[in-house]
T-cell receptor, first 114, second 115 residues
Framework: GENVEQHPSTLSVQEGDSAVIKCTYSDSASNYFPWYKQELGKRPQLIIDIRSNVGEKKDQRIAVTLNKTAKHFSLHITETQPEDSAVYFCAASKRNTGGFKTIFGAGTRLFVKA | DVKVTQSSRYLVKRTGEKVFLECVQDMDHENMFWYRQDPGLGLRLIYFSYDVKMKEKGDIPEGYSVSREKKERFSLILESASTNQTSMYLC??????????????FGDGTRLSIL
């Protein structure tokens, strides 16, 4: 069935270093790939997304890359700051019979040490 | 700003009870979703709806049903609550633009405990 695998499950970096989170998806019909950040006790919020007709997208310190052939996409955070500490979820979405179905990865807990 | 409101932040129910979780969005979104969030398992899709009275099963629909009588409201129903349904439940909504999916907006979640 449809599946999104996310690695690593936990990531600890020093402030100022880069962090990379990787996801793979199984359904080649997926065409929309959002990333969400969830701070402790709060709701998930979109930080960046990419569509299947684009290979890379950047927004300040955050970038996402997509390799459709390998069914692989990654989140890159540069110059990490303590406030980047949170759980990050990748997701893959596609058109289903009537609407759009989104499958999430299991999440990556990022710790940024000051 | 999109507002997705879930009726309760915390809820405690007993095994065998019928439980209703309510979600309301104020942005006229077509799509609405129910997820459960468990440590190490991420967000798992229970049911979603793309229009009034329309629904589709997600990955873990067993033991749940949903109702969407009005566009702004999507209800999750636990027909006969069991302890393995103790979890955080998240509602989300999104709109469709030019036949493309758009980001989901989440509610604050309902932490449900079944005793």
């Amino acid at each position: 069935g449809e599946n999104v695998e996310q690695h690593p499950s936990t990531l600890s970096v020093q402030e100022g270093d880069s962090a990379v989170i990787k996801c793979t998806y199984s359904d080649s019909a997926s065409n929309y790939f959002p990333w969400y950040k969830q701070e402790l006790g709060k709701r998930p919020q979109l930080i960046i997304d990419i569509r299947s007709n684009v290979g890379e997208k950047k927004d300040q310190r955050i970038a996402v890359t997509l390799n459709k052939t390998a069914k692989h996409f990654s989140l890159h955070i540069t110059e990490t700051q303590p406030e980047d500490s949170a759980v990050y979820f990748c997701a893959a979405s596609k058109r289903n019979t009537g609407g759009f179905k989104t499958i999430f990865g299991a999440g990556t807990r990022l710790f940024v040490k000051a | 700003d999109v507002k997705v409101t879930q009726s309760s932040r915390y809820l405690v129910k007993r095994t065998g009870e019928k439980v209703f979780l309510e979600c309301v969005q104020d942005m006229d979104h077509e799509n609405m979703f129910w997820y459960r969030q468990d440590p190490g398992l991420g967000l798992r899709l229970i049911y979603f709806s793309y229009d009034v009275k329309m629904k589709e099963k997600g990955d873990i629909p067993e033991g749940y049903s949903v109702s969407r009588e009005k566009k702004e409201r999507f209800s999750l129903i636990l027909e006969s609550a069991s302890t393995n349904q103790t979890s955080m439940y998240l509602c989300a909504s999104s709109f469709i633009w030019r036949d493309s999916n758009q980001p989901q907006h989440f509610g604050d979640g309902t932490r449900l405990s079944i005793l």
